[in-house]
């Protein structure tokens, strides 16, 4: 090893400077990640067994159509060029058209994302107020009886099929005991009776101030928002409890306890406090998750979010809906994870 | 000796302090971890799961009462009784049947994925971990782009591409599935990478090839058998996704995703077409991740 690389070590670097070389390299990795999405989705597009040019053409189309449609659609290029192309298309909001609905992908996506957004948010509430509590309680009760019981809960959350979970909850809770609404966002009577402002119905009904349609929206959301939200349950929970053991085995907490501070305080305060930082990049990545699952819980309840908007253009073959789709979501699952990244530097110094 | 003698004489040399031979200190070691293991009745629960999984996928043909895919309508939607264990499906098929035949398909889904996917991983894991330098940052900054994907909606739009179909959905799975493993694999391996045995192995001439194959890769073992285990259940979730979405395995082939799909349409009067084949799914997810859970605990001394 060199003198001038020792020297280099020995001067500390200023932390603002190391955070933000430690940023940049995050928004490169970011920026590497969209770039390999862009990749597959693009090679994924190459892969279809349907000719484009024939889907725009029709199969009677003179050779002579068949070939000046090839040109104008960028087919004859070579790979890379048709790649540049479709990069350049994506980034600038152009996603194609979709041949289910003839509106702009990004126009669809616009429109069903709200619905998703409005499950996932829910569902993460849900999670949040119910598994860092759980996990909480089976951290302090590590390998008795209720922690038993709250690591099988999350297994069980692990291991149940979430449309079938979906399928069983409507028939017990709408058909049979009639406490929920059924599928789709709203019942037929209530739809547009608040004007859309955000796309989120339990927003704009809260803000026109109609109740009796955030009634009904809410009765609509809280099945799949609560089976979605088990499912973060499970996430939460687990994650919780491991962090909560990793504190409750430091020194600060035995300082407590000596202390004569309630247990209570010890394991709510003091313990849960210095976890909060770590849980909060752990909730980041559940809401991500959940907008995976959600591809399954909207088919299931018939609600117009974009997992069904994709899973509706696949089962039609509509491949621009698709992928769209597909970078739409991976953008928002990798910007989630960005999110939670920068949150995790910002808050805690050691990741400095 | 006597019989009341020979266990004890088994425990002695089971729980021997000092081996006599490489054999013996593998039966030792296995025989410590087995005691670990089996004090813990939920990995235990798991492991009888998984256990009846593969029975009743080997016997299925012993225990069915009927032919899989063979129709009756004149018996169609019949409720469980004791004919119909578990009632009858839209085209009078034996539901009962149909999920033990679904198990061999389960099973033949997560063994072909893991099958694909483990050695892929180990391998990227292992060689981006010993060579280090530019081979390790491309290597795994292709790793961190297929981590850092949905990995049901990737999946979605590979069957998409490549169409429905179970070979299909098996393919897209894998294609999502291997990032996990080599980030175990790497992380395993720089640890590995610098210690004297390997130095060792490395005077004495060992290619770089042999060194990862033969020194470094049996190492990795253990943690990725944890994780594969693990991740069974999200590769039955998965592929049960696919075949409910239509994607994955089609009719009249016995899938659990696809039954439950067919089983939708009668959800409301006939629950039972579609209630069964989910708890199967349940049940085996179950197994193998109360399974994995104690195997981690076991193997895995860091994650205690």
């Known amino acids: 090893m060199t003198s001038a690389v020792a020297a280099a070590r020995k001067r500390p670097t200023p932390p603002a400077i190391k955070f933000a070389g430690g940023a940049l390299r995050l928004l490169g990795t970011v920026a590497l990640t969209f770039f390999g999405l862009l990749l597959v989705t693009f090679l994924i597009g190459r892969v279809v067994p349907i000719d484009p040019v024939l889907a725009a053409v029709g199969d009677r189309a003179p050779i002579e159509v068949y070939q000046r449609v090839r040109t104008e659609l960028g087919l004859d290029q070579p790979l890379y060029v048709q790649f540049y192309r479709y990069a350049a298309a994506v980034l600038s909001g152009d996603l194609g058209r979709s041949v289910l609905t003839s509106n702009p992908v990004l126009t669809d996506i616009k429109r069903f994302f709200p619905a998703t957004f409005e499950l996932a ?14 996990g909480v309680i089976a951290a302090a009760r590590q390998n008795r009886f209720l922690d038993q019981v709250i690591r099988v809960l999350g297994l069980l959350g692990y291991s149940v099929p979430v449309f079938w979970l979906g399928l069983m909850g409507l028939v017990l809770f709408y058909v049979h005991l ?8 709203l019942d ?7 004007e859309t402002r955000t796309g989120v119905i339990l927003l704009d009904s809260a803000l026109a101030g109609n109740w009796e349609v955030f009634r009904n929206a809410f009765a609509h959301v809280i099945l799949p928002a609560s089976i979605l939200g088990y499912f973060s349950l499970a996430y939460i929970s687990r994650m919780t409890r491991s962090l909560m053991i990793e504190q409750l085995r430091q ?15 010890v394991i709510w305060r003091h313990a849960l406090g210095n976890v909060m930082v770590p849980l909060i990049t752990v909730v980041a990545l559940s809401y991500a998750n959940l907008l995976e699952g959600s591809v399954l819980t909207e088919t299931v309840f018939a609600w117009p979010g974009i997992g069904q908007y994709i899973t509706n253009s696949l089962l039609s073959v509509d491949m621009n809906a698709v992928l769209g789709g597909t970078i739409v979501v991976g953008a928002v699952f990798v910007g989630l994870n960005l999110f939670s990244d920068l949150l995790y530097r910002v808050f805690d110094p050691r990741a400095r | 000796m006597s019989d009341a003698t020979a266990p004890r004489e088994w425990r002695a040399w089971l729980t021997a302090e000092a081996p006599s031979s490489r054999l013996h200190a593998r039966f030792v070691r296995a025989y410590a971890t087995a005691r670990i293991f089996l004090r813990n009745p939920l990995a235990l629960a798991g492991l009888v799961l998984v256990l009846a999984l593969l029975a009743v996928a080997a016997a299925a043909p012993l225990l069915a009462h009927d032919n899989p895919v063979a129709q009756d309508l004149t018996r169609r939607l019949k409720p469980p009784s004791a004919a119909f264990w578990f009632g009858t499906d839209e085209l009078g098929r034996d539901i009962y049947t149909r999920i033990l035949y679904g198990a061999r398909i389960t099973l033949g889904i997560v063994s072909l994925v893991v099958v694909i996917v483990a050695p892929i991983g180990l391998f990227v894991g292992c060689v981006a971990g010993y060579l280090g330098g530019m081979a390790d940052a491309v290597l795994m900054r292709v790793t961190d782009v297929f981590l850092a994907f949905p990995r049901l909606i990737l999946a979605l739009a590979f069957v998409a591409a490549l169409g429905p179909g179970i070979e299909n959905a098996v393919i897209a799975i894998s294609l999502t599935a291997w990032p996990p493993y080599a980030r175990i694999a790497r992380a395993e391996t720089i640890v590995l990478r610098d210690s004297d045995f390997i130095s060792a192995a490395r005077l004495l001439g060992a290619s770089p090839g042999r060194i990862v194959l033969l020194h470094v890769m049996p190492l990795c073992l253990s943690s990725v058998i944890v994780r594969v285990t693990l991740d069974m259940a999200g590769i ?11 994607l994955g395995a089609q009719p009249p082939s016995p899938e659990w995703g696809a039954m439950i799909s067919a089983g939708r349409k009668f959800i ?7 209630a069964f084949p989910g708890l199967a799914i349940c049940l085996v997810s179950l197994g193998f ?3 994995g859970d104690g195997l981690r605990d076991v193997l895995d ?3 205690r």
């Open chain 2, 301 to 303: 001394p860091k994650q």
């Open chain 1, 121 to 134: 948010t829910v569902a993460t509430v849900l999670g949040v107020a119910l598994g860092i509590p759980l």
């Open chain 1, 188 to 194: 037929v009577a209530y739809e547009d009776l608040v």
């Open chain 1, 251 to 265: 020194e600060y907490i035995v300082t407590a306890r000596v202390k004569g501070l309630s247990e209570g305080r």
């Open chain 2, 289 to 291: 991740n109360l399974l």
């Open chain 2, 236 to 246: 039955i979730l998965t592929a049960a996704g696919l075949g409910f979405l239509g």
């Open chain 1, 178 to 185: 009639d406490l929920v609404a059924g599928p789709g966002r």
């Open chain 2, 268 to 274: 409301l009067d006939q629950w039972w077409v579609a």
